[in-house]
């Protein structure tokens, strides 16, 4: 296989990526004219918001537990398929259950996108360079919201709502038809974990999946991923108007520092994932370049975050902003790679799971931030800095349960006697 075709591959997975934030970002920055077309209140488009997320969890955990079975390749084309029906039919859409529909069938398809691009990039890359690749198609979804943002508000306002949503399934249509080829190449290799190479047979026992599940590492990594994720969603969801109301800023400047700070986070992102692989490189202890290394980005993440109510002024904020943004970026783009080297054989499943659940924090937070943000009517500051500051004391205690706690003694899989990784 040419060397190329990995690099290929990555690029197609970075694409869809930036898809798929574009597609969840879209209803949001459509609101407006879909509450006014569809006469709609502020509870009833909340409810819209919200039902991208009643599937999305579950078809995460099914999605990765299908991808070991189909494939990576062809779930990928499925979902590109369900996201172009659920997008393109909002053109026809004219009432709020139509809409509804339309959404939870996307976040159905999309709820099983990370988990699977995560393991089919895995297929291409060694462990060394793995977080590298996935963090380049994390950096899609920032790509996602700062770039296809200022695209989508000009299709809304020039054309309508409803022809920017059937855009976007265009959009995902053109994908599908590129992936037809491109989905069809295999790697060389497909990589594993170093601790599997010393036993090539396939481990089929269920009870091995269930030990992977229930081992402390990947207890611990859902517990940090819940967290940071509550972080992203706090930024998708309240952020804005914290910056407005809080900190003072117009509506242009809010979204200016989102975007930059987004997009240096982003950047910092990129460059640490490519730090924990040289680091993996040169010492082949997951234990000292994913794990150790997470353990370390995560109480930084928690010290700086709680340090956001504090400052004021753009430039103060973006500088805050995009250190948490790079922190919690590395966060999830190398809790991935740990979770798969519990169980490489079955990364599908792992990666699936380990999606799910982190999600559902985009269900539950929201209603915990409103519910501190509505009860402090008085001090409008005080629902906003109880939220972060309560995050941030959630991500130290996190990373302090890591470092005592984090540290893998030995493979999950009772076939082998090997450890997980040489000098775990």
């Known amino acids: 296989m040419k060397r190329w075709a990995k690099w290929i591959i990555l690029l197609a997975l970075f694409i869809m990526s930036i898809v798929n934030f574009a597609d ?8 407006i004219h879909i509450m006014k077309d569809l006469d709609l209140t502020s509870t009833q488009f909340g409810i819209v918001a919200s039902s991208f997320f009643w599937l999305f969890s579950i078809a995460g955990i099914i999605g990765g537990a299908l991808s070991d079975r189909l494939g990576t390749g062809k779930l990928l084309a499925i979902m590109a398929i369900i996201w172009t029906i659920a997008q393109s039919m909002v053109l026809f859409v004219s009432s709020l259950p139509l809409l509804i529909f339309s959404r939870v069938l996307l976040g159905a398809g999309e709820g099983a996108f990370s988990a699977t691009a995560v393991s089919h990039i895995s297929k291409w890359f060694k462990p060394e360079s793995r977080a590298f690749a996935i963090s380049i198609i994390n950096f899609g979804n920032v790509v996602g919201i700062a770039v296809t943002a200022p695209l989508m508000v000009f299709l809304i306002s020039n054309y309508g709502w409803k022809q920017a949503f059937f855009i976007s399934g265009i959009c995902s249509f053109l994908w599908l038809i590129a992936w037809l080829w491109l989905g069809r190449l295999r790697a060389d290799n497909s990589f594993e974990e170093e601790g599997s190479k010393q036993g090539n047979k396939q481990v ?8 992977a599940l229930r081992s402390p590492i990947f207890i611990l990594t859902i517990l940090v991923a819940l ?3 509550s972080i992203i969603v706090f930024g998708l969801t309240f952020n804005p108007a914290y910056l407005i109301k809080v900190k003072g800023l117009s509506e242009q400047q809010a979204a200016n520092v989102i975007a930059i700070s987004g997009l240096i986070g982003a950047l910092l992102g990129i ?3 490519f730090c924990s692989d040289r680091l993996y490189k040169k010492t082949q202890s997951l234990w000292i370049s994913r794990i150790l290394f997470t353990g370390i980005c995560v109480i930084l993440a928690g010290i700086l975050y709680a340090l956001y109510p504090l400052v004021n002024g753009a430039g103060s904020i973006i500088i805050i902003l995009s250190l948490v943004n790079a922190l919690v970026v590395t966060i999830n783009t190398l809790n991935p790679a740990v979770v798969i080297s519990l169980l490489p054989e079955h990364r599908g499943v792992m990666a699936g799971t380990y999606y799910g659940i982190m999600s559902s ?5 929201p209603i915990i931030f409103g519910k501190l943000i509505q009860e402090s009517v008085t001090n409008p500051a005080g629902g906003f800095d109880a939220s972060i500051y309560g995050m941030s004391i959630a991500m130290v205690i996190a990373a302090i349960l890591i470092f005592l706690f984090g540290k893998p003694k030995q493979r999950v899989t009772k076939e082998r006697e090997s450890k997980l990784v040489k000098n775990f």
């Open 24 to 31: 969840k970002s879209i209803t949001g920055l459509s609101g």
């Open 204 to 211: 089929k026992n269920g009870k091995d999946v269930w030990n």
């Open 227 to 229: 967290i940071a994720y």
């Open 271 to 273: 460059f640490l994932a």
């Open 361 to 365: 924090s985009g269900i539950v937070a």
